[in-house]
């Protein structure tokens, strides 16, 4: 959820400038014709921008995370994540793979539930890894930008979940 809620904040944001930057320069062109000015984010706004709505992004290929981080990379230019760090992107498409199984497409089959359920609760090596993960997916974006991290994301805590009782 950190991971999707800060590349929504970006995106949005992205979105939002794209459309003054293009109105601003629309305006500028009109006071000057020989400006002939290109607006920032040109090639994102042509595919996003016009979008009236910003949650109609979600009817585009920007609707899955990994598309979502790339595409601000990229406008950003930003090194891409699965270039710059394939552990850390391969890890991050792992935690959605497990994320997708375990929360949206659940086997109700109790055997299976409780086995994927175990492993999640019980392997501390995930509980510790998935929260790294989420860190360092939103620090490259402050590193590569070359902003100080904030301190949310270097005074992380960890805490374990003991077991998940399912009433019924």
């Known amino acids: 959820m950190a991971i999707e809620s800060f590349i929504n904040y970006g995106l949005y944001d992205l979105w939002k400038h794209s459309r003054t930057a293009k109105k ?21 706004y042509e595919k996003y921008g016009l979008l009236d709505d910003f949650t109609d992004i979600r009817k585009t290929k920007l609707r899955e995370l990994k598309e979502r981080i790339k595409i601000l990379c990229k406008e950003f230019n930003y090194p ?4 710059s760090n394939p552990q850390l992107w391969s890890d991050f498409t792992g935690l959605l793979e497990n994320a ?35 860190a360092n997916i939103i620090s490259h974006f402050y590193t590569s930008a070359k902003k100080e991290l904030p ?5 992380n805590r960890i805490f374990i979940i003991n077991e998940i009782i399912l009433l019924k």
């Open 80 to 83: 891409f994540i699965h270039d």
């Open 151 to 155: 301190e949310y994301l270097l005074k």
């Open 100 to 134: 997708r199984h375990f929360l949206i497409h659940p086997n109700p089959e109790q055997k299976e539930f409780h086995k994927l359920s175990k492993m999640l609760v019980q392997d501390i090596s995930l509980f510790i890894k998935y929260p790294e993960v989420a």
């Open 24 to 44: 601003s320069i629309d305006e500028a062109n009109k006071l000057n014709p020989d400006l002939n000015a290109v607006p920032i984010y040109k090639d994102f």
